[in-house]
């Protein structure tokens, strides 16, 4: 009884419960058990995820990119390996130090909070008539910006739970949330990969920058790759989705809500001299997407991504709209934020 109240109704007071993560959540039995307890009667099966999560997983992500990167670019990129600890960070990066000792590091933050933003953004974008999900995922939306993404914490158990009751089975926002994530993870190992590419064949940029958007580059030309090769197999042996393919761009319109949540709630303005801005690489992105040689079907994917907006530009009126009326004070954590804004510096 009390677990049907809560699957439906999550009053504001509830974000407490969503908040204090800290410990690292990953665990693959109990992300399996937890899925199935809300998605049996979708007719997904155990077995189903355990071939899921051997299909789709980092490592196998990086061997992908490292294939396509052989392929296109000449580059196989063998001595890099994964770091995937939890260094409170949703960035990705790639250590270089010298041919021999490079990593990437994809923070099991970016996991769980990327992941839990498509989940989120496509669910409210479904629903977004129902009063019901339309609030529960403002108030998910917000943890993932506030708790997750700028002040670091790490979804607790409970949060991860929560998630799972605001899906509430719904087998198609799962399918497109996992689809468009792992499009992201390929594009950020591949984004990381180009930059041991230029270093590999000695490419200077006149600017850290240039850098950047060309790395973008790269690994969005990537990405449509795979996409363009996997429309001509059956589903079965597909890695992503052409639906997916603006996931790169929605992506980049994460951490401008990211942002956007940091100066609504901290004042705080990101300022960079090294990297574009979101609102610029999202540009550049969109120009390689609509160039002729790329090939697919897009039209599913402009549909997904329309709806996109509609719950992205709804959480960024309201978030405004709560703030001015100070409906917003209680999740507020100054000191923490400061806290972070000096280890940044
Ligand atoms: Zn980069």
Request: with cysteine; charged share 30%.
């Amino acid at each position: 009884m009390s677990d049907s109240k809560a699957r439906f109704f999550l009053p504001p007071d509830d974000y407490e419960i969503l908040r204090f993560g800290g410990e690292s959540v990953k665990d693959e039995e109990k992300g399996i058990k937890r899925i199935m307890k809300y998605y049996h009667d979708s007719g997904l099966t155990e077995e189903q995820l355990r071939e899921n999560n051997k299909k789709y997983n980092l490592e196998q992500m990086l061997q992908i990119v490292k294939e396509y990167f052989g392929r296109e670019y000449g580059y196989r990129g063998e001595g890099i390996v994964l770091s995937n600890r939890y260094q409170r960070s949703v960035n990705s990066y790639i250590f270089l130090e010298d041919e021999r000792e490079q990593f990437v590091h994809i923070d099991e933050l970016f996991e769980s909070s990327i992941m839990a933003f498509f989940l989120i953004i496509f669910k409210w974008s479904k629903e977004f008539d129902n009063l019901e999900v339309y609030g529960n995922c403002f108030t998910y939306l917000l943890f993932i910006m506030n708790d997750v993404s700028i002040l670091g914490d790490i979804p607790n158990e409970k949060s991860n739970e929560m998630l799972l009751q605001i899906m509430d089975g719904d087998a198609q926002v799962m399918n497109l949330a996992s689809s468009c994530y792992w499009t992201v993870v390929i594009f950020s190992l591949a984004h990381e990969v180009a930059h041991s590419y230029f270093a590999s064949i000695g490419k200077k940029f006149p600017n850290r920058k240039k850098e950047e958007f060309k790395a973008d580059a790269v690994a969005y030309d990537i990405v449509l790759k795979i996409i363009i090769d996997c429309s001509r197999k059956g589903e079965e042996n597909r890695i992503i989705e052409d639906y997916a393919y603006l996931a790169p761009v929605m992506y980049m319109q994460y951490f401008d809500l990211f942002y956007y949540t940091d100066r609504v709630l901290y004042n705080r303005m990101i300022r960079t001299n090294t990297h574009p801005l979101p609102k610029e690489r999202i540009c550049h992105l969109f120009a390689i997407a609509n160039d002729d040689k790329y090939d697919f079907d897009t039209e599913n994917g402009n549909h997904l991504y329309a709806g996109f907006l509609d719950a992205y530009d709804e959480y960024r009126t309201q978030l405004l709209m709560k703030k001015e009326r100070g409906k917003l004070d209680k999740i507020i954590r100054t000191e923490k934020r400061e806290q972070r804004g000096r280890k940044d510096e």
